[in-house]
């Protein structure tokens, strides 16, 4: 994620949820995949009161996160 050039700062997390974070940095886009509707994604009432944005993506068929991570891991 962090060699997007679009992606500014990622973060890893140990709470159940992000929302202490993204209370904290306040994002300008906060993304989900697409089987979230924006009103159930954490945070983003935050995000949208400061003016940010809150996007869902649609799922590409081979890649997932857990993928990449399976992947990561066997190198």
């Known amino acids: 994620m962090a060699s997007l050039h679009f992606v ?3 973060v890893l997390f140990d ?3 992000p929302l202490s974070l993204i209370e ?3 994002p300008h ?3 989900k995949g ?3 509707n924006i009103e159930n994604i954490v945070g983003h009432e ?4 400061h ?3 809150v996007k869902t993506i649609d799922f590409l068929d081979g890649f997932s996160t857990t993928k990449i991570i399976e992947k990561a891991r066997k190198n």
């Open 24 to 26: 904290l940095t306040k």
């Open 51 to 53: 003016g940010g944005e």
């Open 34 to 36: 697409s089987d979230y």
């Open 29 to 31: 886009v906060l993304v």
């Open 15 to 17: 709470e159940a949820t």
């Open 46 to 49: 935050v995000v949208l009161k």
């Open 8 to 10: 500014s700062l990622v």
